[in-house]
């Protein structure tokens, strides 16, 4: 096993078994977060006056382009516009520096702002701070745009522990050494585009170059370090922002539209946007022998003068998050209000799950009124807190609309989004009427979670809600809404069998980006990847990552089915670059059931993936997953790996290759190799 598995304790081999996890449950749920309730507003503090926290979308990045965008114009109700055709050419320009950035993130715990200094990306051309200054950039671009994005690596200081002694590549290392991955964009992985391979040191400036196809999929995508050996820390200190491709190609008769063009008002206007970017930044403040402070029962502290960061891998680990104490951030903040709703407005949330650690059950639940004020403590008492002032069993229904950033074939209609580390939804949510509503993270059991413990509901945020119109039925109303804006935005070409499809079960056919693939499409071998931690360390298919090792060879053209699974108790992400995958099925081993369409009682998160398009896949323990590829359009070398980025760094990973056919059923060498 690796050096820093155990220099950090991050797993013994006792940790695997049932009786083990229950023990080190117990260990960290007893006396944890043993913190006395303290109200919200108004106290003050020495670190700051602690106010409402009100939550805004992500600063959008300046973007240079050297010419005007291309689209369609907006459609008013007088008329829809004709199918745009795919644009191409056009050039977006933006440019980042890499830095230590100080600034405050609300501990409720204790009632404080803590004083952090993080990594961060930022925007060279920003005029002022962002009010959340490690909080990245949003990138919005186009199809057929060439997108150039220059990082600027000459602000970090020099790591006196790089290059490493440690030969074991799988041990991390290098923390202020980086690269840039657009995670979900259909680019290719060689050269200067979507290259995760790259080492971007300190004093060093790189410009990636991505060019879109001009059939680039519109949707939710984002970005963040890619360099083995210190995603996770970098990731983890904030350093992830959403990338959103806009789309404005209404469909044509054979579909193939951007959803965008059908998410309008009566008036054409887009419905409202919230850009949500759920992060784990578990900052922790050290002592003069660089160990972590934490009280008696472990839970992490800082002193008013103390200086929290993210400086080493002892803060990851599958029992880590619970024990510092730290909360999922929306936007950076904690426990944010969402402000500017109302009543009867349909809202486009895109969620983005862009932490390392914690499995995240995004809920919406009417808040009773004089609720009281939010502190966490005790478990217990939190989910007492939770009962008490977000009561019933009635959760808000949201509807989901598009999987990491790809449109689904149909709208589906739940009450919890479950977002593992990697994963985006978009939902459509409309507030039934005027009030406050609870933004929950719901309960899961251990296996359905990345951190493998019993999660209790845990408070995110709540949203304020003005007077507008009341709304009886949400999916009625939410599917009339979408009806009348194929009338009146869909082209003519198009808009009967839009309007056809959303009677018939709000159904999506129009606007999904690829073309299902049938089983009979499916060509051998079949290809595997099995998560595995063992006495070699993070492993996939029994091996440890290596750099110079090609694991997966793939032709150029090839339909492929890839089996999913994962060995010991914990579920592993599983995320593939370049090309996504369309879930086929995922199997209960005990039973042998497909749970792909309506999930069972152990799992229900795995409802609906049937048939859906994705990058990133829970695989928990005890089923197995099984995704159809397209290796389309793009050659060259790139990884899949598991999606807690922490056990990726440590060798979770394997290269992948795309090749050219030989024509006998091979890959083709370089010719000059014959």
Not at 319 to 344: D, L, M, Q
Not at 477 to 487: E, I, K, N, S, T
Not at 549 to 559: C, F, K, N, S
Not at 647 to 658: A, L, P, S
Request: with cysteine; proline share 7%.
């Amino acid at each position: 096993m690796p050096a820093c598995l155990s220099s950090h304790a991050l797993f013994s081999k006792t940790d695997f078994g049932r009786t083990s996890c229950s023990a080190v449950l117990s260990r960290i749920c007893k006396g944890a977060f043993l913190l006395a309730f303290a109200q919200l507003a108004g106290t003050g503090i020495a670190s700051g006056q602690v106010t409402e926290r009100i939550a805004v979308d992500p600063p959008v990045a300046n973007i240079e382009r050297l010419s005007p965008r291309v689209g369609a114009p907006a459609p008013t109700a007088a008329g829809a516009p004709s199918r745009a055709a795919p644009v191409a050419g056009g050039e977006a320009v933006i440019n980042l520096n890499i830095q230590y950035t100080d600034a405050r993130i609300y501990n409720p715990g204790r009632n404080q702002y803590d004083s952090v200094k993080l990594r961060s990306y930022r925007d060279v051309r920003e005029v002022e701070a962002p009010k959340v200054p490690f909080v990245a950039p949003t990138i919005e671009i186009d199809p057929g745009e060439t997108v150039r994005i220059t990082l600027n690596n000459d602000k970090l200081p020099a790591d006196p522990r790089c290059p490493p002694t440690d030969p074991d590549i799988n041990n991390p290392n290098c923390f202020n050494r980086t690269n840039l991955h657009a995670h979900g964009l259909w680019v290719s992985p060689a050269g200067n585009s979507d290259n995760v391979l790259l080492s971007i040191n300190q004093g060093v400036s790189f410009q990636y170059e991505y060019n879109l196809p001009p059939d680039h999929p519109a949707g939710t995508y984002w970005y963040h370090p890619h360099r083995h050996g210190s995603t996770a820390l970098q990731v983890s200190s904030g350093m992830a922002g959403a990338l959103i491709v806009r789309g404005n190609r209404p469909p044509g008769p054979d579909g193939h539209g951007d959803i965008d063009t059908l998410l309008r008002n009566s008036d054409g206007a887009k419905y409202r946007e919230r850009v949500i970017l759920l992060q784990q930044i578990q900052y922790a403040c050290r002592d003069a022998n660089g160990q972590i402070k934490q009280d008696a029962s472990g839970l992490y502290i800082c002193a008013s003068t103390d200086v929290g960061g993210i400086e080493g891998y002892d803060q990851f680990g599958p029992t880590t998050w619970r024990k510092s104490g730290r909360y999922t951030s929306i936007n950076g903040e904690v426990i944010p209000t969402f402000a500017g709703a109302r009543a009867g407005a349909i809202e486009r949330w895109r969620v983005v799950h862009a932490g390392v650690r914690d499995t995240v059950n995004l809920q919406f639940k009417k808040m009773r009124a004089n609720a009281d004020p939010y502190a966490l403590i005790a478990a217990q008492q939190q989910e007492d807190w939770v009962t008490r002032n977000c009561p019933g069993n009635d959760l808000l229904p949201q509807f989901a609309f598009a999987a990491d950033g790809l449109t689904r074939s149909q709208v589906v209609e739940r009450s919890t989004s479950t977002l593992q580390p990697g994963y985006r939804e978009d939902v459509l949510v409309v507030f039934p009427e005027a009030g406050e509503y609870c933004v929950l993270d719901g309960a899961a059991p251990a296996t359905s979670t990345v951190n493998s413990q019993v999660k209790s509901r845990q408070f995110l945020g709540k949203v304020s809600v003005a007077a507008g119109v009341a709304v009886a039925d949400p999916k009625a109303y939410v599917q009339a809404q979408l009806v009348a804006a194929a009338d009146s935005f869909m082209p003519l070409s198009a808009r009967q069998k839009v309007r056809n499809d959303l009677t018939n079960g709000l159904r999506l056919d129009s606007f999904v980006p690829h073309a299902a693939i049938a089983d009979t499409d499916i060509k051998p071998p079949q290809r595997e990847a099995k998560f595995e931690i063992g006495g070699a360390g993070f492993q996939i298919n029994g091996k440890p990552y290596k750099p110079d090792r090609i694991d997966q060879l793939l032709p150029l053209g090839g339909i492929e089915e890839w089996k999913l699974s994962t060995v010991n108790a914990f579920g592993h992400p599983f995320h593939i670059h370049v090309n996504p995958f369309q879930v086929a099925k995922i199997i209960k081993d005990s039973t042998g059931q497909d749970v792909s369409v309506s999930g069972d009682a152990d799992e229900p998160q795995y409802a609906n993936l049937k048939g859906v398009w994705k990058d990133t896949l829970f695989i928990r323990q005890g089923y197995t997953a099984y995704v159809y590829t397209r290796y389309r359009r793009y050659i060259g070398d790139f990884v899949l790996h598991c999606h807690i980025l922490d056990h990726e760094d440590q060798g979770m990973m394997q290269n992948v290759r795309i090749g050219i056919p030989d024509g006998t059923g091979g890959i083709a060498a370089a010719h000059h190799n014959h």
